[in-house]
């Protein structure tokens, strides 16, 4: 039970985040948008190192000095899938003009922003997964307090995330606010969805636990560094994306030292 309510809280977060667009009235201002956005990527980097790669990398100390080889080739093949994802997947992302990923004419515009965020929570989901997947194995140091750490934290980020979604749905998608607040809600299922499938094939495969936390961990950078901090750093004034990185950041560094 511990376990399905963990895999569930990062959904509450951006199902929580969603329902903004009930009590919050025309657009996000700029400067909270960049500031909840490094805030999110702040969270993201602190969980891939101290949640992923650093029990990788503990979990390989039976290699000796090659213990950073599980953890160097997970991120990079994180890294390679999200890449892939990104090019087949049509997607636009705030404030874009364009899509990106295959051109798809008849796509609305507010399906290609879900469809953006989706992406995000694909590599949060496995993150979840691997981490639960990892303190369900008695073969493995993650403990189940730190399994909870790491999903309360990428829930913390969730919030925002889904809040930043159903808003510019509901002002420049031209839907509801029931509709936006259901559509922002929809691209968070795949986080759970993510996480069990990662629990199954870890299940199955235990000895390449550590190679799959850095595969959440690269897949996870890589939506950082390719989508989320760019987007906090657009136009004017990106030293408060910077700010809400660096309080997102230690906020999840905090959480799991103390609680993992």
């Not at 490094?38 to 990398?57: N, Q, T």
């Not at 993650?142 to 979604?165: D, H, S």
Request: proline letters at 5%; aromatic letters at 6%; charged letters at 10%.
């Amino acid at each position: 039970m511990m376990t399905f309510w963990g895999l569930m809280i990062p959904l509450i977060g951006t199902t929580a985040g969603s329902a903004c667009v009930f009590f919050l009235k025309g657009k996000i201002r700029p400067s909270l948008q960049k500031a909840l956005l490094g805030f999110a990527s702040g969270v993201m980097i602190a969980a891939s190192v101290w949640s992923l790669l650093m029990p990788s990398i503990e979990m390989s100390q039976n290699m000796g000095g090659l213990a950073f080889l599980p953890a160097a080739a997970g991120v990079l093949v994180g890294v390679f899938f999200l890449l892939i994802l990104d090019r087949s997947i049509p997607h636009l992302h705030l404030g874009a003009k364009s899509p990106e990923g295959p051109k798809k004419e008849k796509m609305k515009k507010a399906t290609m922003l879900v469809l953006a965020v989706t992406l995000h929570n694909i590599p949060e989901g496995m993150a979840v997964g691997v981490i639960f997947a990892g303190a369900l194995s008695s073969s493995s140091e993650i403990t189940m307090a730190g399994a909870l750490t790491l999903a309360v934290g990428i829930a913390i980020q969730n919030f925002p995330e889904g809040a930043i979604i159903s808003m510019p749905l509901k002002s420049d998608g031209g839907v509801s606010r029931g509709r936006a607040f259901l559509y922002g809600t929809l691209s968070g299922v795949v986080e759970p969805v993510a996480a069990v499938i990662t629990i199954l094939l870890a299940g199955l495969v235990t000895p390449i636990l550590p190679y799959l936390l850095a595969f959440a961990a690269g897949a996870m950078i890589y939506v950082v560094v390719e989508e989320l901090i760019p987007e906090a750093s657009q136009g004017t004034h990106s030293n408060i994306g910077t700010i809400g990185f660096a309080v997102g950041f230690v906020i999840m560094m905090v959480l799991d030292v103390a609680l993992g």
